[in-house]
């Protein structure tokens, strides 16, 4: 008689922008805890950390997370207002350049990502081809980044259709999906006016006024009355979270995962790439506390 399969373990990295660098801790603590996932797929911020872990690439990448500054981000930054306000040319050429791009088939570990046609809206499955050509169709987040031409398809960010791929993960050949939401905390997050990081004030103020100079009325204005008004990034960036979180549960609900990872990120901003360790740290806390539910769904004490 032949012994049992072992389960194949996915993992399904969610979107969320700069609050994605979240997903590189979650994968760390799990390799920590022994969970070595088997394949992975991702949407967006989720893509591309994916990409990097399926390629084997993680550790490297993580030491270039921890030390990106402001000014690394804004070098990235190539402005244009031609279907989005970063057209993305600078940060693919970094990656080109730093990383590998190997076939999506030929990766180490399996891997796929989730991209939305915009002219139909159908969610797309990226599983051949082009890492690199793949992880940029995925982050295309619309009005932020420049949408990408693929095998004849104009392809924005899958968070629009998909924010967290269990559906791929399942369709790839996981028995058991462990989903990471980094969603879970922060509807309104953006329109509210939190503490600046103590020893941070004079950084944050250069960024937004480099930010200003560069991309005018999508900072905070003040009306005739005083009021202080969200800006249009701010508008933008709620309006995202509101549809990603309720695209996200009705998709978990019908297609649920076997454990769902929700690191707390409301502190974080739409573009804090350059808050890479605090972000880290909350995806270690949140495979931390489920780990009464992980070692009992692979049968170990906690």
């Known amino acids: 008689m032949k012994p049992p399969r072992k389960p194949r ?12 660098w979240a997903h590189v801790g979650v994968i760390r603590a799990l390799e920590q805890a022994g969970i070595r996932p088997d394949l992975v797929c991702g949407t967006s911020i989720g893509a591309l950390v994916g990409a990097i872990y399926a390629a084997g690439e ?3 990448f993580e030491q270039w997370l921890l030390g990106l500054g ?18 993305g040319e600078r940060l693919m050429e970094f990656f080109r350049s730093k990383f590998v791009d190997r076939p999506l088939e030929d990766l180490p570990k399996p891997f796929a990502a989730v991209a939305t046609a915009l002219h139909t809206g159908r969610e797309v499955w990226l599983r051949e081809g082009s890492t690199i050509d793949a992880v940029r169709a995925s982050i295309a987040l619309p009005a932020l980044f420049a949408p990408v031409i693929h095998e004849g398809r104009l392809l924005v960010d899958g968070g629009l259709v998909n924010p967290v ?14 989903a990471v939401d980094l969603s879970a905390d922060i509807l309104g997050r953006h329109l ?13 103020s250069e960024w937004r006024r480099i930010l200003q100079e560069n991309l005018g009325t999508l900072l905070p204005t003040r ?6 008004l969200p800006s249009m990034l701010d508008v933008l960036a709620s309006s995202i979270n509101i549809m990603q979180v309720h695209i996200s549960r009705s998709r978990m609900a019908g297609e649920p995962p076997d454990v769902i990872l929700a690191p707390r990120l409301a502190h974080l901003g739409l573009l804090d790439f350059h808050r890479a360790e605090v972000a880290i740290e909350e995806g270690k806390r949140a495979v931390e506390a489920a780990l009464p539910s992980l070692s009992a769904l692979f049968g170990r004490s906690p």
């Open 70 to 87: 402001i000014a690394d981000v804004l070098s990235f930054v190539d402005v244009g207002l031609s279907g989005g306000m970063i057209k």
């Open 165 to 178: 791929p269990v559906s791929l993960a399942r369709a790839m050949g996981a028995d058991i999906v462990i």
């Open 58 to 60: 993680l550790e490297r």
């Open 192 to 204: 509210r006016e939190p503490p600046e990081p103590e020893g941070a004030a004079a950084e944050v």
């Open 223 to 228: 009306p005739d009355d005083g009021s202080k």
């Open 9 to 20: 373990v996915g993992l399904a990295l969610g979107s969320g922008s700069a609050r994605g």
